[in-house]
Structures are given as structure tokens and as C-alpha cells.
């Protein structure tokens, strides 16, 4: 059987294995308002690699799970995006899509234009866009967004928040608080750099 597992690649919260376990195997993460069920493999990743994509964080929305602003990735913005990619079948993958709708799992989407064509837009959601970002090991990276990041007001996130990108960022690129200070900061949505050190402290 051919392998056809895929790499997601999460800038999120889900950069942190912990909190993206309670997409994979149900729960709700530490600081979250939301408790998920899990997928269908009810299963952790195949395999988890720090992983680097070109383009732009953006903290923007309101989010009722975290309450504060959200991590988006602009593809088409200047610098590189931190992430953690995670290998997932197909339909793993898709049930983590419908969770971050708060949809239930259990639909398979057909990948195959983001896969060829390296964006496809499954619906008006603010996580709906697919983007083709990558290679890594001969699979493709692919990760989500919004379809227009220019409707979405940005906004500071919530500390807890803030403290999940960096327990992501230390576990999976080794940051350090001072570098984990720095990246976000280059984000669009944060500006004061001693409330981001009070949130990862």
C-alpha cells in the first residue's frame, strides 16, 4: 500500500505537542475553553519535526477557545514562520481541519488541489485555506489559514495563549525565552515585548 501520510505544519498553539495531543486523542488544553474529541485513529503522529515555512505571523480575530486574538499565517508575507510539522494521514488531517471549525470529525476532504496546485479554499472558515508550504522528506507540508487575512482585525492574544507558542517553540526549535521574545514580536497583533515575557515566564 502506498504511503500517502502528509505533514501538517502548526504555527499555532499546535506547535506545542501537548496541546495538539488533545486534537489527536481528545481534551482540553492548559488555558483553553474547549474540549475536543479527538480524531478518528484517536492517535498520536506518526512523526514530529521543527520545521520552517516562508511567510508571516499574524495574531488577528477573536477566538472564544483562547480569549484573545489567533496565530494566522500569511504565505505571501515577508520572513519565515516557526512551526511543528506533524506526519498525519490524510484523514487525520482532516479531522483536525473540522476540529479547528469546531465541526465533529469524520469528513475526509479531497486534498488533491493543494496538493497540485498549492492552495485550495475548502470553505469561508478563518482555518479553511490550505496552503501547500513545503517538502520534508519527500512528503508534502501542507498547513492552513484564512482565505483573506485582510477582513480579520488583529488583536493581542491571551497569555496562556502566548505560553503555548512557547512551550512549542522551546520543545521543537529550542528557542530560548529571550529568541522565543524576539520571533513573536515579529508578528503583526503584538507589540509590547514585557507582556509577552510575563506570558512565557
Known sequence: MPDDTLWYAAYGSNVDPD??????????PPGAATTYPGTRAAAPALDQRPFTMPGRLVFAWHSKT????????DPDG??????????????????VVEQEMWRDPGADHDLAEVLA????????????????TGELDGRPV?????DD????????????????????????????DDEVVD???????????DAVRRAIA
Open 19 to 28: 496541546r495538539f495531543a488533545c486534537y489527536l486523542l481528545g481534551g482540553c
Open 183 to 193: 520571533y513573536l514580536l515579529t508578528a503583526d497583533g503584538l507589540s509590547d515585548p
Open 117 to 132: 496546485h498549492g492552495r485550495q479554499v475548502l470553505g469561508p472558515g478563518r482555518y479553511e485555506t490550505l496552503h501547500r
Open 78 to 95: 515577508g520572513g519565515e514562520v516557526l512551526s511543528t510539522a506533524y506526519r498525519l494521514s490524510p484523514a487525520t488531517f482532516s479531522d
Open 149 to 176: 487575512l485582510s477582513v480579520l482585525d488583529h488583536g493581542e492574544p491571551a497569555p496562556a495563549y502566548v505560553a503555548t507558542i512557547a512551550r512549542g517553540l522551546r520543545h521543537s526549535h529550542g528557542l530560548t
Open 66 to 73: 483562547w480569549g484573545g486574538a489567533i496565530a494566522f499565517h
Open 142 to 146: 501542507l498547513t492552513f489559514s484564512a
